[in-house]
């Protein structure tokens, strides 16, 4: 199992930037495939991006994509998304999940580990 911690939200303006953090605890983290997704009020939960194991492949919702950039470091635990040129419609509860199996990444049930959410808020 895998225990996931995020961080690093907050209230930025439009046009700001701001990196979350997700730190994972548990079996090796080189092992996942790690993911981030977002749900804003009243809305379902959506996918934002993926990495593949070694960092080697990324995916991104066309929403996010140009704009949001994932990373992982394996030695140090964590993923990361940094998020840049933010909009209104950014503004939601973020996400980190991992997966041991390949499955469909784009998919919230792709996924079995999650984290309790970073609140990102973005004023107009």
């Known amino acids: 199992q895998v225990q996931l911690v995020e961080s690093g939200g907050g209230l930025v303006q439009a046009g700001g930037s701001l990196r979350l953090s997700c730190a994972a605890s548990?079996?090796?983290?080189?092992?996942?495939?790690m993911g981030w997704f977002r749900q804003a009020p009243g809305k379902e939960r959506e996918f934002v991006a993926a990495?593949?194991?070694?960092?080697?492949?990324?995916y991104y919702a066309d929403s996010v994509k140009g704009r949001f950039t994932i990373s992982r470091d394996n030695a140090k635990y964590t993923v990361y998304l940094q998020m840049n040129s933010l909009k209104p419609e950014d503004t939601a509860v973020y996400y980190c999940?991992?997966?041991?199996?390949?499955?469909?990444?784009?998919?919230?049930?792709?996924?079995?580990?999650w984290g309790q959410g970073t609140q990102v808020t973005v004023s107009s």
């Open positions: 999940a991992a997966t041991y199996v390949n499955r469909n990444y784009y998919s919230v049930r792709g996924y079995d580990y």
């Open positions: 548990g079996r090796t983290f080189s092992s996942y495939v």
């Open positions: 990495i593949s194991r070694n960092a080697g492949s990324t």
